[in-house]
C-alpha cells in the first residue's frame, strides 16, 4: 500500500468528552481495513528494534492497536481494564486524566519478574494513562521500557511525564 496520510482518516471531535477537548476519533480510520492494516503495521515497523517481551494496553481503543500487533509480532498481549471487569485479583490504580480520574486494574499474575514490557494505545495525551500502567508493571515486578500509539498530542506535553520511557508515534498533532 502506499504511503497513507493518516491524519486523514481520524476526525476530530470538539467540545468531547466536555468543552475545551478535541477528541481524535479514530473510528474512520478502523472503518477502512487497508488504512487499519496499514496504521498497525506502521507502528509494528516504528518498535521493530525495541527489545521487550509484552504488550500491554489500556482498554478500550488501546486493544484495538494492541492486540493485532502482539499478534503480528509474536508477543504476549495483557488488557489493562476498568475497575470489576478482570476476574482475577487485581494490583489498582487511581489517576487523573486530562478532564477527570479514572482507575485501572491489571491482574497480578500477569506481568512476570523482569519482563520487558511497552505500552500501546490509540492516543497519547498527558501521559497519564502510561504512567499509570507504568507504576502496575512495576508492582508486579516487570519494566516498562517503552510506549507506542497511534497518535500524540504534542501539545499536551506527554514526553514530560514519560522521561523514562521511549516513546513512537505514527502522528503527531
Known amino acids: 500500500m502506499e504511503i497513507v496520510d493518516l491524519k486523514k482518516w481520524i476526525r476530530d471531535i470538539p467540545d468531547f468528552p466536555e468543552k475545551g477537548v478535541i477528541f481524535r476519533d479514530i473510528t474512520p480510520l478502523l472503518k477502512n481495513p487497508e488504512v487499519f492494516k496499514y496504521s498497525v503495521e506502521k507502528i509494528a515497523e516504528l518498535i521493530k528494534e525495541w527489545d521487550f517481551d ?3 494496553s ?3 481503543r488501546g486493544f484495538i492497536f494492541a492486540t493485532p500487533l502482539a499478534y503480528l509480532m509474536n508477543k504476549e498481549f495483557v488488557p489493562i481494564r476498568k475497575p470489576g471487569k478482570l476476574p482475577y485479583k487485581t494490583y489498582s490504580i487511581s489517576y487523573e486524566l486530562e478532564y477527570g480520574q479514572t482507575s485501572l486494574e491489571m491482574h497480578v499474575d500477569a506481568i512476570d519478574k523482569g519482563e520487558k514490557v511497552i505500552v500501546v494505545d490509540d492516543v497519547l495525551a498527558t501521559g497519564g494513562t502510561t504512567k499509570a500502567i507504568k507504576e502496575l508493571v512495576d508492582r508486579a515486578g516487570g519494566k516498562t521500557v ?4 497511534l497518535a500524540e498530542l504534542t501539545y499536551l506535553n506527554p514526553r514530560e511525564n514519560l522521561k523514562d520511557l521511549e516513546i513512537a508515534s505514527l502522528i503527531r498533532y
Not at 517503552?146 to 500509539?149: A, I, L, R, S
Open 54 to 56: 509484552c504488550i500491554v
Open 58 to 60: 489500556p482498554e478500550s
Open 146 to 149: 517503552g510506549v507506542v500509539c
